[in-house]
């Protein structure tokens, strides 16, 4: 069982950064694709970018595309999302989330295939 708990959110203007965190507990977390996804009030949750258990390949939503750069520290069992040049309609809750399949090749934006929610961390843009 893995458990992910997401912190770095914050209140940024528009044009910042911040910079997510998403730690777990569990020796198999590097075994797993790791997904961020967000939900904005009253909007589906989305999928926003996912990086495979060795952190080889990632995918990234269009429209985050060039603004924001995921990573993982497996030594830290931790995955990054790295958010710059953000925008107002970037305010979000941010989720993270394993695939729940280990060592699956292909990456996912269907977040019917994830597991092991957090509990999200508030992203707030200014405009």
Request: charged content about 20%.
């Amino acid at each position: 069982q893995v458990q992910l708990v997401e912190s770095g959110g914050g209140l940024v203007q528009a044009g910042g950064s911040l910079r997510l965190s998403c730690a777990a507990s569990g020796r198999t977390f590097n075994t797993y694709t790791v997904g961020w996804f967000r939900q904005a009030p009253g909007k589906e949750r989305e999928f926003v970018a996912a990086v495979t258990w060795s952190g080889s390949i990632t995918y990234y939503a269009d429209s985050m595309k060039g603004r924001f750069t995921i990573s993982r520290d497996n030594a830290k069992n931790t995955v990054y999302l790295q958010m710059n040049s953000l925008k107002p309609e970037d305010t979000a809750v941010y989720f993270c989330a394993t695939d729940r399949l280990r060592y699956r090749s292909q990456i996912t934006g269907d977040k019917s295939e994830y597991v092991n929610w957090g509990q999200g961390t508030q992203v707030t843009v200014s405009s």
